[in-house]
């Protein structure tokens, strides 16, 4: 894969590389204002937002749980506070311009696209870095850009997906760099330990990039060394302040495996130190076999600190949820569906998520072989973060987008090549050239992919339904309603919360099982047993949504369940109607009477 000589017209300069990348997300932030309708795209979205809104009332830095999220367990979420401040300030910044409302909706339509602009600056600086030319990056943003990460960018999505894809990314970027330094150290460590810190669902992306560090000073000795003493520095410093600084702050709560806590700060301080050591004294190990060997047991020695300080960690992060509450409730979960339940599923996303990836995998794996020495050393790190994220996708697929991120990369590098081959090549080369780049591209696995689709699940028929139980007319008919406390299905909790000024009994959050329990026994139980229960949880109304894919397995689990007899239209007298409703579509509410309860069937 030598290029031509004339291939020197394709390279480009990082300002039009800038340049390209501002104007494009410019345009795509106007064009997403303009056709948002203001609406969270999920709830995690939504709960964020609770968390700012919360934040900026007063509620303390370190106090994360939702005082308006009545479970057994008090509300307890175990989120970063760091994507809070960022979000709020930014809304404090626009409200004396624009008005507290108008602040808000500005804040959550522009925060996203400014990710969009730091993953595509990582995208571009990596390709830019491995001397990829303007055709290669504009194929690898392209790419990116019709790729399924590209969902977690879309104004509303405030969660933490978009803001650790840029993170691990930026990472990635500072490792392809001609020469690596101290600086470089220095600047993973603080992505890694701000990626862990957001949220521990990256840790396999972090273990990733230390390891990969790890080889490289393996392998390249005195070279790498300036660099491993900054990673090590940084990763020490930085998991401190994250520990000190961010939520929940120093105490019992950091006892946690679910969230950064004192099994991740130890594990990443001690390491920290020890490659500090390795990158101070290291130039006595003379032979790359030696540093592979102190290197690794220096790993081990962390992961031992880890166990000995929790070792239940090791475990499932739902290892505490009762298996019935799992089964009742995982279900439902669309980002947590695994390798077989997706392909049984939405087998047409699971072709195109697991092809796209694979592609970009098989294509950085064909263009090894002749690429430089230089570019081989970072090939090696970033087909090694993708079997990671493939492996954990194949788990749950919410990996897809740390799948599609990598990708994106691996084809601008390989693309950059092809197209060489496709202008400079005549017959049978340029005809494969072209193949190449069409199986590189994500929209050729999603075109493919739905020649697989199947009859759409509960889960996917109650999409819209449940965008219009959380329609702007459904919540200001809630909103005009005294403060009260509403019970409501899994799914809808979080946008009960933050549309009014109820208190909810359910949300989709693992911390909280004795909620999601008691939600499946209301919904599942007879009406008589329902009522009881929500009697005694002292819920006032009753919200659901006909049609809703959560209600529809509830009805498939019990079929004599309160569920089932709502889907029916027949709500049991104790449910009065509330407002204008559709017995056979859309939002119900419905008034629970709390009269004395008797011990017999109730109709």
Partial sequence: MIPPRWSGSLNTSGFQVAFGIALTVLILWIWGLVMWNGLLPGNDDMMRLAQVRDLLAGQGWYDVDQSRFDTPAGGAMHWSRLPDILIGG?????????????????????????????????????????????????????????????????????????????????????????????????FVAGCVSL??????????????????????????GAREASMIKGLGAGLAGFSILAYLLDAPGIGAARAACDAFGNVHASALILGGLGLLALGTAGDR???????????????????????????????????????????????????????????????????????????????????FKGAAERQRSVLIGLMGLTVIALLVMAWQVRAVVFVHGFAAIGVGFVAHYLILNLVSQTGTARIAAFAGLIALSPTTWQTAGTYLETKPTEVEKGASKRSECRSAEAMARLQALPPSRVFTPIDLGPAV?????????????????GAIGRTLDVFESDP?????????????????????????????????GLAATLLAGDAPSWLEGAGETDA????????????????????
Avoid at 150 to 170: K, T, Y
């Fill in 497 to 513: 919360l933050i549309h009014t000024d109820h208190t909810i009994f359910a949300a989709p959050y693992h911390r909280n099982p």
């Fill in 285 to 367: 190990l003379r032979d790359w076999r030696a540093r592979l060997a102190v290197g690794t047991g220096l790993g081990v020695a962390a992961s031992l600190s880890a166990l000995a300080v929790e070792p239940s960690c090791l475990g499932s992060p739902y290892s505490g949820v009762d298996a019935a509450i799992m089964e009742g409730w995982m279900t439902s979960v669309t980002e947590a569906r695994s390798l077989p339940k997706l392909v049984e599923t939405s087998p047409a996303f699971a072709f195109a998520a697991f092809g796209f990836g694979l592609a970009a995998l098989a294509g950085a794996v064909f263009s």
């Fill in 584 to 603: 056979n579509a859309g939002p119900r509410l419905l008034r629970i009477r709390h009269d004395a309860i008797v011990g017999t069937n109730i109709p």
């Fill in 90 to 186: 930014l809304i404090l910044i626009l409200t004396p311009f624009l008005g507290a409302e108008t602040a808000e909706f500005a804040a959550l339509a522009f925060w996203p696209r400014l990710f969009l602009a730091g993953t595509l600056t990582a995208i571009a600086v990596a390709l830019h870095r491995l001397g990829v030319g303007r055709a290669g990056i504009a194929a690898g943003l392209v790419a990116f850009m019709v790729s399924h990460a590209v969902v977690q960018f879309q104004p509303g999505r405030i969660d933490h997906h978009g803001l650790e894809l840029m993170l691990v990314l930026a990472a990635c970027a500072a490792l392809c760099a001609p020469q690596r330094g101290w600086k470089t150290g220095l």
């Fill in 528 to 560: 008589a047993t329902a009522r009881k229960l929500l009697q005694a949880a002292g819920a006032d109304y009753l919200y659901v949504c006909n049609g809703l894919g959560e209600l529809a397995l509830y009805a498939r689990r019990s079929p004599d």
């Fill in 195 to 220: 990626m862990l810190t957001v949220a521990i669902e990256s840790l396999p992306y972090a273990a990733g990039l230390i390891l990969f560090c790890g080889l490289l000073w393996s392998v390249f």
